[in-house]
Nanobody
């Protein structure tokens, strides 16, 4: 099992940027996929994007394309979510989740709050 810990959330102004981190530990990650999700108050959890740790390939939700970049640092076993041009509607708790490629997300972090003010 992989332990995931998010950090980097906080308060940002509309138009600004934030970079969230997801530190992973517990097992090798060559076949692992890490995804970012968010959940705003009163709304369902929403997929933001993902990265295949071994291949390095990424995919994003249509709503995130152009404003969000997911990357990884193998030396630090950390996945990043870079968010630019923030909007108040980006306010949510952001979670990273992981799982073996093709088997869904079984490991979840505790979440980090992002609040964007207008």
């Amino acid at each position: 099992q992989v332990q995931l810990v998010e950090s980097g959330g906080g308060l940002a102004q509309a138009g600004g940027s934030l970079r969230l981190s997801c530190a992973a530990s517990g097992r090798t990650l060559s076949t692992y996929v890490v995804g970012w999700f968010r959940q705003a108050p009163g709304k369902e959890r929403e997929f933001v994007g993902r990265i295949d740790w071994g291949a390095g390939t990424t995919s994003y939700a249509d709503s995130a394309k152009g404003r969000v970049t997911i990357s990884r640092d193998g030396a630090k076993n950390t996945v990043y979510l870079q968010m630019n041009s923030l909007k108040p509607e980006d306010t949510a708790v952001y979670y990273c989740a992981g799982g073996v490629r093709g088997r869904g997300y079984n490991d979840w972090g505790q979440g980090t709050q992002v609040t964007v003010s207008s």
